[in-house]
């Protein structure tokens, strides 16, 4: 195999050398011939050394002398540099041609001439065109006509037209003529549908890579942006948190140095702002969080059974005074962004305690489903529940169900919603109120195969 793989690729270097290297038509004919000789020229010997021996016996010494003629043109066809693909098909034409008629006249329509003549036809179309393979079908008909004529009128001496039926020479050569056109004119419809295809798969690929293109530039300008927003988010949320400490510091220090001098509406004022300015640097913290989710993300397999014995662990304390009951078992390895992944079930658990019903301890199960693209996690309590008009809502930024009962940002769900989708998932909820919530999310299994940015 190693040396009829070295022989392949000479003999394609020396053939397909100059030819064109686009997948078009004339690219799947070069390849084709390219095909053809390599075997021709390979198995010959099988057909050329027989024929030689029987000329010798038989005395067609002229048949003998074109056995090996033939054998020299297919060696410069495959190996004799440098010749233009064209012309090489062209000497392969004409030396099928020459050898068909050679044929035709030393062994009549005893001999394999006509199916020479045949084949010759076919391989034009093949490597050629279906233009020039008709127009050597117009030659050979006439060729084959005056022939056919001399038979039957003996103009000129001939020994093929001795002792040869007219009828039975037209009938064969009628019949070669038919179905060669026939073919032709079926490999041309075959090659006109095979054009069109090459060119509408450029067309497509053209507009891919075009599309490509657009939407590399697309989320090129799109991470410029994020990255923009993000450092906006930090110097935001920087600046604004030194006045805040400064309103914080002065409304403690107005209240505790002239508490005496300041009237009880004045003092209630001045711990307005000290409690509205401690939200604020809340929120901003809050704000910091949300922006900074994903910024260093690295992907890791990790067992989701271990990661939850740490969250226990971090969230002790919450569990202890909450008297929550954590149930987990059997939850899979999976291959994600292990921080974040963190952040979105401790997000998830800690929301499922903080809305538990007053009366009754809180229970989270958390449960884990394998689908054949992605794993589906869910996070059921039987807390105070939420009723269906909100069950979207919820997951958008600062959107709040509770202002006045339970305290809080809004922004964990958007949290967990920005890393579920960061896992090419999604997450919703089932609720009904005073009943409990499941909450589904999705990690999709292909993260496995992706690099990140």
């Not at 054998?71 to 098909?89: W, Y």
């Not at 300015?277 to 059974?305: C, H, P, T, W």
């Not at 199960?365 to 689908?371: R, T």
Request: charged share 20%.
């Amino acid at each position: 195999m190693k040396y009829w793989g070295e022989y392949k690729i000479r003999m394609a270097q020396t053939i397909l050398g100059q030819s064109e290297a686009s997948p078009n038509l004339s690219y799947y004919r070069n390849q084709l011939f390219f095909y053809l000789i390599l075997y021709t020229f390979t198995f010959s010997p099988l057909a050329i050394i027989p024929g030689i021996i029987a000329s010798y016996r038989t005395g067609f010494i002229n048949l003998l002398i074109l056995n090996v003629i033939l054998f020299f043109v297919l060696m410069i066809i495959a190996f004799v540099k440098p010749i233009k693909i064209q012309t090489r098909k062209l000497i392969f034409i004409i030396a099928l041609l020459i050898t068909s008629w050679s044929l035709i006249f030393n062994l009549k329509l005893e001999g394999p001439g006509m199916m020479y003549l045949y084949s010759c036809i076919i391989v034009t179309c093949l490597i050629h065109s279906g233009k020039i393979a008709y127009k050597l079908i117009l030659i050979n008909s006439i060729a084959l006509g005056l022939i056919g004529l001399n038979i039957q009128y003996q103009w000129v001496g001939l020994g093929l037209t001795k002792d040869q039926s007219i009828t039975t020479w037209f009938g064969i050569t009628v019949n070669l003529i038919f179905v060669s056109i026939i073919i032709v004119a079926c490999f041309e419809m075959v090659f006109r549908k095979l054009d069109k295809i090459i060119h509408q798969q450029r067309t497509l690929n053209e507009m891919v890579k075009s599309d490509n293109k657009k939407m590399k530039d697309t989320q090129k300008v799109l991470q410029e942006k994020n990255d923009e927003l993000s450092q906006f988010a930090h110097i935001i949320a920087h600046d604004l948190k030194e006045p805040l400490r400064s309103m914080q510091a002065f409304s403690d220090l107005t209240i505790s140095k002239y508490k005496e001098s300041i009237p009880e509406k004045g003092q209630e004022f001045l711990n307005h702002i000290k409690t509205s300015s401690k939200r604020m640097a809340l929120l901003l913290d809050s704000l910091l969080e949300y922006a900074e989710i994903g910024k260093d993300k690295q992907k890791s397999n990790f067992s989701v059974n271990e990661l939850m014995e740490e969250l226990e662990q971090d969230l002790s304390q919450l569990i202890k005074e909450s008297k929550a009951n954590i149930i987990y078992d059997g939850l899979p390895e999976i291959n994600a962004y292990e921080f974040e992944f963190k952040q979105l079930l401790q997000n998830l658990i800690a929301n499922a305690v903080k809305f538990k019903k007053e009366d009754e301890n809180i229970k989270v199960k958390i449960e884990a489903n394998e689908k054949i693209q992605h794993w589906e996690f869910l996070i059921t309590d039987n807390g105070i529940g939420i009723d269906s008009k909100h069950q979207e809502k919820i997951f958008t930024i600062f959107h709040r169900l509770h202002k006045n009962r339970f305290p809080g940002t809004g922004l964990g769900l958007a949290n967990c919603k920005k890393i579920v989708e960061m896992h090419n998932g999604k997450i919703w909820v089932d609720s009904v109120p005073d009943k409990g919530s499941t909450f589904h999310f999705t990690i999709s299994k292909e993260l496995e195969y992706q690099l990140d940015n």
